[in-house]
């Protein structure tokens, strides 16, 4: 059984007088790639119930998808080496070297290729420009290649690789390992050897210094930069923000890998495994037909794999390094899913007056740790009232900050539109002010903020 009679290969079966039949019937009645190799494997398989087939392939076994289902598939199936279309496209590109990555452009994108590479199977113009959008989003445009046909190769920049004159079964592109420095396209992987590279005992004396402890700011910074480009929609800058937080953690991890503490692969294994374990709803038995249904098997997922058997340990999770506002509001939520909570709004209402009556006496007496205190607890029983209304209170706290600066901006601009100074007023002229430019903007802040 030949997969198909339509080829090189082929003709050289016919050479030598073998009878033989073709399955390029199957190939004409189907539309995507991975259902006709199902659909050849299955052939065959039927076919050896009935007396022994050999089934004959282009290339190497490893090459052709419908001849590796048949050697998971097929009991006692032996596989005869050949020699594969990738090898015949790295020799005729001059490309030999023992580290090469081979591609069938048909299943390219299912991957993350590496270099030196060869994309075998680009047999047609849509195939070819399939897998050159694909190559040139991970290894840029003006990449030299090698375009092979009928065992020539021509040496092209990579975005020509689906300009050329003529596609058939012997095509393919080969694209040789570049220098790190003349690289344009970077992945995980480079960011890694890049931060070894400076850290190295000839590399930047300044990254070589840094600690865990040193850059640990660094990390905080970076992450409210990302939110800033999120918060502005500016795509370019959540780019470059987001590389930044990429980079932080990938700084972590070399030092980790230095001291003997985990390896690269240690965090990228870890992450991996705790989405796959957190994600039960998808990759195990659990279901979650809505957001909230997902958002509880994470929590219940999380608690079990950090050993959160009780609320305090819960809530002792919560980590001290987050923002005050936020590191309330997770604290309480968590006193909550034990049932520890005020009862309602009206409830939590009451609280923040007594609070804040607490807080006036404190103020009364002058002492200023008295006061601190005071004014923790109102801040705390503040956010209780937020969450228990169903806001978000790290971002309604911001979001009115926002609107109170811009509200202070436009009353400066107005003060000073009348030629004079917000220092110089009198309180109740300059809440008059205020109160003006409050009006001014509530057209522009109807929507934006609460």
Not at 64 to 87: P, T
Not at 166 to 191: E, G, I, S
Not at 284 to 303: F, T
Not at 326 to 338: I, T
């Amino acid at each position: 059984m030949l997969r198909t009679g339509e080829t090189a290969p082929a003709e050289g079966v016919r050479a030598l007088g073998v009878p033989f039949e073709t399955l390029d019937a199957l190939r004409a009645g189907s539309r995507k790639f991975d259902a006709l190799n199902k659909k050849l494997a299955a052939e065959v398989l039927r076919m050896a119930k009935e007396g022994d087939v050999v089934y004959c392939v282009d290339g190497s076994a490893c090459d052709d998808l419908s001849a590796r289902i048949l050697a998971q598939r097929a009991r006692g199936a032996r596989v005869i080496a050949g020699c594969s279309k990738a090898d015949s496209s790295f020799a005729a590109a001059g490309v030999l070297s023992p580290d090469r990555c081979v591609r069938s452009a048909y299943s390219l994108a299912k991957s993350r290729p590496s270099l030196p590479l060869a994309v075998y199977d680009m047999d047609s113009e849509l195939v070819a420009s399939d897998a050159k959008l694909y190559l040139c989003s991970l290894f840029g445009d003006e990449t030299d290649a090698f375009f092979v046909r009928g065992g020539k190769a021509k040496k092209i920049k990579l975005f020509e690789a689906d300009r050329q004159l003529t596609y058939d079964d012997t095509c393919a592109v080969v694209v040789p390992a570049l220098p790190f420095l003349k690289k344009t396209r970077f992945n995980y992987d480079d960011l890694v050897h890049l931060l070894r590279l400076l850290r190295a005992p000839d590399g930047c004396p300044w990254d070589r210094a840094q600690t865990h402890g040193s850059i640990r700011s660094n990390m905080v910074e970076e992450a409210y930069e990302l939110v800033d480009a999120i918060d502005r929609g500016d795509d370019a800058a959540i780019c470059e923000e987001a590389g930044d937080v990429l980079m932080q953690g990938a700084f972590h991890s070399v030092l980790g890998e230095e001291r003997g503490a985990f390896t690269v692969e240690d965090v990228t294994s870890e992450v991996c495994a705790k989405l796959i374990s957190r994600h039960s709803h998808i990759f195990g038995k659990d279901r979650a037909e809505s957001e909230a249904g997902a958002l509880s098997v994470w929590e219940r997922n999380k608690r079990a794999e950090k050993g959160q058997k009780s609320a305090v340990d819960s809530v002792d999770a919560v980590p001290s390094a987050f923002p005050a506002c936020l590191r309330a509001q997770k604290v309480g939520k968590r006193a909550a899913a034990a049932g520890y909570d005020f009862a309602d709004l009206a409830e939590v209402a009451e609280s923040v007056r007594e609070e804040l009556s607490e807080l006036l006496d404190a103020a009364k007496e002058g002492d200023r740790a008295h006061i601190a205190e005071e004014a923790g607890d109102l801040l705390l029983a503040a956010v209780s009232a937020g969450r228990i209304a169903g806001a978000d209170c790290e971002e309604a706290l911001r979001d009115s900050t926002e609107k109170f600066v811009r509200r202070f901006r436009e009353t400066d601009a107005l003060v000073r539109a009348d030629g004079k100074s917000m220092e110089q007023l009198p309180k109740a002229e300059l809440w008059a002010y205020y109160e003006r430019a409050k009006e001014r903007l509530r057209g522009e802040e109807k929507g934006q903020c609460p």
